[in-house]
């Protein structure tokens, strides 16, 4: 069993920045591949970045690309995602999630996850 719990998310102007946190319980969170997922209202959860167990590969959805950056801090069990140059569609509930099967293949299907945490809302403002 795998807890979850994000943080960082709040209210920012369009062109701002924030910095999301996933702290996971667990004595192995370094041999997980983590990932950040996103769901808006009305639309169905989409993969926004992950990161291999010992951070030496990351995958990134185009939407994010150049704008996102994820990494983790394995002695901290925390990932994190640097979100910069945050617009409008950016709104969404963050999830970040652990994929225990792979350790060196991100993949960006949900289904492929088997623990999640509660989210955190970022609302973009233009």
């Known amino acids: 069993q795998v807890q979850l719990v994000e943080s960082g998310g709040g209210l920012v102007q369009a062109g701002g920045s924030l910095r999301l946190s996933c702290a996971a319980s667990?004595?192995?969170?370094?041999?997980?591949?983590m990932g950040w997922f996103r769901q808006a209202p009305g639309k169905e959860r989409e993969f926004v970045a992950g990161?291999?167990?010992?951070?030496?590969?990351?995958r990134y959805a185009n939407s994010v690309k150049g704008r996102f950056t994820i990494s983790r801090d394995n002695a901290k069990n925390t990932v994190y995602l640097e979100m910069n140059s945050l617009k409008p569609e950016d709104t969404a509930v963050y999830y970040c999630?652990?994929?225990?099967?792979?350790?060196?293949?991100?993949?960006?299907?949900?289904?492929?996850?088997?623990?999640w945490g509660q989210g955190t809302q970022v609302t973009v403002s233009s």
């Open positions: 990161i291999t167990k010992s951070g030496g590969s990351t």
């Open positions: 999630a652990v994929d225990q099967q792979r350790t060196f293949v991100v993949l960006t299907t949900f289904g492929e996850y088997e623990y």
């Open positions: 667990g004595r192995t969170f370094s041999t997980y591949v």
